[in-house]
């Protein structure tokens, strides 16, 4: 590889709003034939907003937001952010919390004013054993219209549902078209519900989709597709993410990432519009082109 060629990439890619960290990103750029995306805070904005507020029979609208809101305030995630600020704007205080664990891809646990509060998916409260036949219906439909539905429970027992929704990237669908027009097969990579992710991966047009992965098992759903035979780019961004992109053949990380995901990528995508995935590998394979 001449120097030269590899420097020109380099700053074409700065130009195009790519960071490229390593010699090799390049090289695994160009032999890349299947894309991987996740879903949350990559395809879409990862900005949440609670959109519905449904509180179980007996609960007001105000103890459902004061509950959820409290539990959710030890969280970091987006679904979490986005129920404080719900809570928030409605009650002019929220509790102090206690004994807070994070449920990694499935939601969260606390102490709220000496009640248990569990906030989360409908698979965490499958999981506890937690049964919720009142609001089946709505969870349905709340995945159906590709939002994810917040279920609560104060000491074991349903408080209500809170629909939360995320914005899919304007940029997503056309990033897909461009993937797959030079002949890559696009993934959608989530830990959300198989329905949601269907809703969302016919939107913006993939061709596959891997849904209700646990963020531990992101990383296997990448090397299942290198098993065979597949290079796996793998775009990302969030915590969970870091061990999937450092299996990934190549790692692409938002650069709004965490921390974790930045260190586990090849390539820094600065702008946050997607058309730089297409535009980073299309890029990689002129420079090494130009090498040979
Ligand atoms: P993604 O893979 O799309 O980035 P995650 O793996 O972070 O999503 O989360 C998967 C699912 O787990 C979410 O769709 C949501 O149902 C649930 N979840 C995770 N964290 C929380 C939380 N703090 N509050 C409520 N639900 C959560
Ligand atoms: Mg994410």
């Known amino acids: 590889a001449t120097p030269t060629a590899l420097m020109a990439g380099v700053g074409r890619g700065a130009q195009l709003g790519i960071l490229i960290k390593g010699p090799d990103a390049l090289e695994a750029s160009r032999r890349v034939d299947t894309v991987v995306l996740d879903k949350t805070g990559t395809v879409t904005t990862g900005r949440m907003t609670v959109t519905g507020c449904h509180p179980a029979p007996g609960r007001s609208r105000r103890d459902l937001l004061w509950f959820a809101g409290a539990a959710e305030s030890g969280s970091e ?58 609001f089946d219906d709505l969870v349905d439909e709340t995945h159906a219209a590709g939002a994810v539905p917040v279920l609560v429970a104060v000491d074991g027992e349903a408080a209500g549902l809170l629909e939360v929704r995320d914005v899919v990237k304007p940029s997503a669908a056309a990033a897909v078209a461009a993937l797959r027009a030079q002949g890559l097969r696009t993934v959608l990579l989530t830990g959300d519900h198989e329905v949601a992710a269907r809703t969302v991966a016919a939107e913006i047009g993939v061709d596959d989709v891997r849904a209700e992965v646990l963020p531990a098992d992101k990383a296997r759903e990448i090397e299942a597709l290198q098993a065979t035979g597949a290079r796996v780019a793998m775009v990302g961004d969030g915590i969970n993410d870091g061990p999937a992109l450092a299996t990934a053949d190549l790692g692409m990380v938002m650069a709004h990432g965490s921390d974790i995901a930045l260190r586990s990528a090849d390539l820094v995508l600065v702008r946050d519009d997607l058309r730089v995935v297409p535009d980073a590998i299309r890029l990689a394979d002129r420079t090494l082109r130009i090498i040979r």
């Open 77 to 134: 995630h987006a679904i979490a952010a986005a129920v404080v600020t719900a809570a928030r704007a409605e009650l002019p205080e929220l509790p102090e919390i206690s004994a807070f664990t994070a449920l990694p891809g499935l939601g969260a646990e606390a102490t709220v004013d000496g009640y248990a509060v569990l906030v989360g998916s409908p698979r965490l409260f499958g999981e506890r054993g937690i049964m919720v036949p009142e």
